[in-house]
């Protein structure tokens, strides 16, 4: 079962409940994916000692001057303008391939050859009983999904996965998001909140996946989130009231559940609720 | 004119809070919202909308059933796992790159220019600003990002500003890195947190890497000074311009549930605070 976190607005407490709700359940069978891999974070709160780290890369073009005839078939067949083909010679410019593919097929000279970009690592951990995986994107590299991806993959099925999302509604989130059985929307009751939830909401229901609201700061601001929530019929699962030293514990990178055993509780009531949600027994 | 973009990493640290003091605070400016994905800044300039145009970009194949032979050809080919077995394209999946329709030995494969989003020239209290609607789970944010930055350069040429004050996506990927090219400076909105540290740490190096001047503020710092004292030795070691702390204060909350930036908002050392860093900000692109 994958259960993501993820949110319109950045900073409204994703990864405190992706970590914090892995480590109280720490029970079960858990992994804990960090897809936010532009900014991945859960690793300086779970603290796992890391024991595997691989590159991973994308296929991109390299041509062959000796075979390549300069014809254009393959700048004409990347939408990416990735290949630039002058009368004497051919330029790729490999940063901005999106591994399509075409330009391999569509080279009637066999002159474009394979090479690699390097877009970032994944690397593995594991904290006591919760298994760790998060990806790092190199920096300069601009196509995190692929990363994610790659990511998301270490997700085996018997475990509960739980994935720390970036933040956002576009690309990078979606390959995060995608084949959830659940989502937690983690959103503070702010204006700005409140349209960053509305735009989360869209690309979640997008892509038909049950959610859940979880707010942070619950007493920070105003009641708009609770009402948009109420109107939309998406289930408020938590509300987390603001609390000086627990703000205070996490910019220290502590996990919560081991110094307020009030968090714990509340991650053991957020499991519930998303379980009762999905009719898991 | 000069562009100042203020980015920070790690998202919530308070980039549109103090983009938005900014702009009541500055002279001759035209503001530009780029986090395209999650625009916020019309929440508290309440921008009166004067243009609104369609932002296409990339396109997107689509299967014609009635010319489709099921050849399994576009199955075989396509990278990005579009095509479903009865020969349908998941939009989302679908990245445009058009190698199923170059190829169709059927021709039955449409390539039509994606409509994703919306961006709008509008003007607010303070100035002009340029903002835009990334379509939900739409692609191509580093193109619109590209696109309002250059309408808010032009329009801004076009009318003698001094200043583009650009507000920036969180993280370090495409967007943030169409946000980033051919600025004066990036200004880093850091926190007292280890993960706030962290994504500073990789966000400044992406403003080395495009051979930007990086300035950097704490916001929240009294938090945890001692993270704040580290973010600021940090900048120090790898020659960032460290510009000072701002206080963790309830205001700023308080001024946006009101729609207001904390300037307009009240008179305390919040507001203080953000005055001396706009000064100093200031100093520094001009």
Redesign the interface.
């Known amino acids: 079962m994958i259960v993501s976190v993820a949110s319109?607005?950045?900073?409204?407490g994703k990864?405190t409940i992706a970590v914090n709700l892995a480590m109280a359940l720490s029970g079960e069978n858990i992994q804990l994916l960090d897809c936010?891999v532009?900014?991945p974070?859960a690793h300086?709160?779970l603290n796992p000692s890391m024991h595997g780290e691989h590159t991973v890369s994308m296929e991109v073009p390299r041509i062959d001057e000796e075979k390549c005839t300069h014809c254009g078939k393959c700048q004409e067949?990347c939408?990416?303008n990735a290949i630039g083909i002058l009368p004497n010679v051919a330029l790729t410019f490999q940063e901005l391939c999106?591994?399509?593919?075409?330009c391999f097929?569509?080279c009637p000279e066999e002159a474009v050859m394979s090479g690699l970009r390097t877009i970032g690592t994944v690397e593995e951990g594991r904290k006591g009983p919760v298994d760790f995986v998060h990806g790092r994107?190199r920096?300069?590299?601009?196509?995190?999904p692929p990363l994610i991806k790659k990511v998301r993959q270490y997700a085996v099925p018997e475990k509960l996965s739980i994935v720390d999302a970036?933040?956002?509604?576009?690309?990078?989130?979606?390959a995060a998001l995608?084949g959830s059985d659940y989502v937690i929307l983690v959103t503070e009751p702010?204006?700005?909140g409140l349209?960053?939830l509305k735009?989360?909401v869209?690309?979640v229901r997008?892509?038909r996946i049950p959610m859940g609201i979880v707010i942070n700061r619950c007493d920070?601001?105003?009641r708009k989130v609770q009402e948009y929530a109420s109107r939309e019929n998406i289930p408020v699962l938590l509300e987390v009231p603001f609390d000086?030293h627990v703000?205070?514990s996490?910019?220290?990178?502590e996990v919560l559940v081991d110094g307020f055993p009030r968090w714990k509780e509340m991650m053991l009531q957020l499991f519930r609720e998303i379980r009762s949600r999905m009719h898991v027994p | 004119m000069k562009e100042l973009v203020v980015i920070?990493?790690?998202?919530?640290?308070g980039k549109?809070s103090l983009l938005g003091a900014f702009a009541a605070l500055g002279e001759e400016i035209i503001m530009c919202d780029a986090d395209v994905?999650?625009a916020?800044l019309h929440?508290l300039l309440k921008p009166e909308i004067l243009e609104s145009h369609e932002f296409r970009a990339?396109?997107q194949a689509v299967i014609d059933p009635d010319r489709c032979t099921q050849c399994g050809d576009c199955l075989a080919?396509c990278?990005?796992d579009a095509i479903s077995e009865n020969f349908e394209v998941d939009p989302?999946s679908c990245?445009?790159?058009?190698?199923c329709w170059?190829?169709c030995p059927s021709k039955a494969i449409d390539f039509p220019e994606n409509l994703c989003g919306e961006w709008y020239y509008s003007k607010t209290r303070f100035g002009p600003m340029v903002h835009a609607q990334?379509g939900?789970?739409?692609?191509n944010?580093?193109r619109l990002v590209t696109l309002v930055r250059q309408e808010a350069r032009r329009r801004g040429e076009e009318q003698g500003k001094k200043l583009i004050l650009t507000d920036g996506?969180?993280?370090?990927?495409?967007?943030?890195?169409a946000s980033m090219g051919g600025a004066s400076a990036v200004l880093v909105v850091s926190?007292?947190?280890?993960?706030g540290k962290?994504?500073l740490d990789?966000?400044a190096?992406?403003g080395d890497?495009f051979q930007i001047p990086v300035l950097v503020c704490v916001n929240k710092a009294d938090?945890?000074w001692k993270?704040s004292r580290e973010i600021e030795s940090l900048c120090k070691s790898r020659g960032y311009t460290f510009l000072g702390h701002l206080p963790f204060d309830?205001a700023f909350?308080q001024a946006?549930?009101e729609?207001k930036t904390i300037v307009e908002h009240q008179s305390g050392s919040a507001k203080e605070a953000v005055v001396d860093l706009w000064r100093r900000v200031h100093r520094e692109i001009f």
């Open positions: 319109g607005k950045g900073g409204t990864t936010d532009e900014e974070n300086l709160f067949i939408q990416f999106h591994g399509c593919g075409g097929m569509v994107l920096v300069g590299e601009a196509m995190a970036p933040p956002g509604t576009s690309c990078p989130v979606i995608r702010t204006p700005f349209n960053d735009l989360a869209g690309a997008t892509l920070v601001g105003d000086r703000a205070e996490y910019a220290r990178g | 920070s990493g790690k998202g919530g640290t549109t994905d999650a916020d929440l990339g396109h080919r990278r990005f989302i990245e445009g790159c058009g190698v170059h190829f990334l939900i789970a739409e692609e944010s580093g996506p969180p993280g370090i990927g495409c967007p943030v890195i926190e007292p947190t280890v993960s962290h994504d990789r966000v190096q992406l890497h938090l945890y993270a309830p909350t946006q549930v729609g």
